[in-house]
């Protein structure tokens, strides 16, 4: 038999043994659960950080690719005046982008999508990191997290929209060449650039009264191409046809282009550029879902720019009297202005409709600015605002787009844009002067504004035009 006071030691002894073995079992599963939550999070912050990472970097590089854009644009417009006017284009062109990005930097970016109330943003001056980022980039590892919040660097969203500006200002170069003054045009950039297309901006995608509307422009088929192409029209009219363009027996004056082949890279250049223009615009790369959307936008992109080509070179000869080279290439180009409206639609056989018939509804508007004697150089109005109205509108057809509000969109940015431009050029017209004078103009703007030749192994004969306008 068992003593009671053993089997009570006994059960001392034993209950302690279960209740260490107990809590030993307690802080294995606290420490377990400790080490899953910590692996969670380290995990969590490692995918929000790879997420930041790729969304930074694909800002940059479809940043870099709409930048190459640029150069698309001074081909297409180099090779399409006479060879006297080439280099002034060359110059201004990459003084257009200057002007863009240091105006965008400055005051354009704050008025487009910081504290946008009922018309614009903020009108403040500079644009830059978050207090967040600097520390980071000092060495602060603290403020990782707070860096993390955001979904892409401050400064890669700002490059990424800074270059959809400079499309906007290359859009009144091409219309207005051969005629207008250098600096007139610059300051007119100047504008443009600082407060006209932020202000357009800031009504859609800085959430403004359109957006809450429920506005559609995936990439900027009005946003960024029918605002360029109102203000190049507005200057189109106060700054007048060139000397002899129109003749007085009613009959238009050919002008051909004096490098085909450089027009075509130009376009070619533009068609590229334009794949980060649209899939860059999806602002993500973090995931499948993104990859498949962009995907999709890519390949629409491509399908509405190969129609519009098609479009073009087919109606060229009823509507203008000959297979047109130049309106087909517009027609890529209409095709591509055309899609970036809505070009992250599943059902791809609507690209290639939405693309044919930009690049037709292009073709006929070069016809029409011929009837009303609208000088308009390289066709950049028929291109981008006429087919980025159609654009804007055929949302309604694939993605959802409300008819009603995607109209008050045209409208409204067409009437502040064009409005607000012609001011501008009459103001510019009445003061400084808007235009080259005759002799400037029949000599070329290269000579007489810069003092070289594009072609200096050419000898330039006048044209004969030219000379009976300043003979007369």
């Not at 004056?253 to 550029?273: E, R």
């Not at 018939?357 to 070069?366: D, P, Y």
Request: glycine share 12%.
């Amino acid at each position: 038999m068992i003593r009671p006071s053993i089997v009570k030691g006994m059960d001392t002894e034993g209950s302690a043994f279960l209740r260490h073995r107990f809590s030993f079992g307690i802080w294995i599963f606290a420490a377990s659960v400790m080490g899953v939550l910590y692996t969670s999070q380290a995990y969590a912050l490692v995918e929000k950080e790879i997420q930041y990472l790729l969304n930074s970097f694909s800002f940059l590089i479809w940043g870099v690719l709409v930048m190459w854009m640029c150069a698309g644009f001074t081909m297409l417009e180099a090779g399409s005046v006479r060879s006297k006017n080439a280099s002034v284009i060359c110059l201004k062109n990459i003084g257009l982008y200057s002007i863009a990005g240091l105006a965008y930097y400055v005051v354009g970016y704050n008025l487009m999508y910081v504290d946008v109330g009922g018309l614009a943003g903020t009108f403040s001056l500079f644009y830059g990191p978050t207090e967040a980022e600097i520390a980071l980039a000092g060495g602060d590892e603290t403020a990782m997290s707070a860096v993390l919040d955001s979904d892409y660097t401050t400064m890669s969203d700002w490059f990424f929209q800074m270059v959809f500006v400079a499309t906007t200002a290359s859009i009144v170069s091409g219309t207005l060449a051969e005629r207008v003054k250098l600096w007139s045009f610059f300051l007119f950039i100047l504008i443009l650039t600082a407060i006209i297309y932020p202000i357009v901006g800031s009504w859609t995608w800085g959430g403004g009264w359109l957006a809450e509307m429920g506005f559609q422009d995936f990439a900027g088929s009005t946003v960024v191409h029918s605002t360029g192409g109102w203000a190049a029209l507005a200057g189109a009219i106060v700054v007048g046809a060139r000397v002899g363009k129109f003749r007085q027996d009613g009959t238009t004056k050919p002008t051909p282009p004096s490098n085909v082949p450089a027009v075509t890279l130009g376009v070619f250049i533009l068609w590229l550029g334009w794949f980060g223009f649209n899939g860059g615009s999806q602002l993500a790369l973090s995931g499948a879902s993104d990859a498949i959307a962009i995907s999709h936008i890519l390949v629409n992109t491509n399908l509405a720019a190969a129609a519009g080509v098609m479009s073009a070179l087919v109606l060229s000869k009823p509507l203008l009297g000959r297979i047109d080279l130049i309106a087909t290439l517009n027609g890529a180009i209409a095709g591509l202005v055309a899609i970036t409206a809505g070009p992250d639609m599943v059902e791809h056989y609507w690209a290639i409709f939405i693309g044919a018939m930009g690049g037709g509804i292009c073709t006929a508007g070069i016809r029409l600015l011929e009837k009303l004697k609208v000088d308009d150089v390289v066709g950049a109005v028929p291109a981008h605002l006429f087919s980025g109205a159609w654009g804007t509108l055929a949302v309604c057809i694939a993605n959802g787009g409300s008819f009603f509000v995607q109209l008050v969109g045209i409208v409204a940015i067409g009437i502040f844009t064009f409005a607000t431009s012609l001011v501008v050029w009459r103001v510019l017209d009445s003061t400084v002067g808007s235009r080259v004078s005759a002799s400037v103009e029949a000599l070329g703007q290269d000579v007489a504004e810069l003092g070289i030749e594009s072609y200096p192994e050419f000898v330039l004969v006048p044209d004969q035009d030219d000379i009976d306008e300043l003979t007369r």
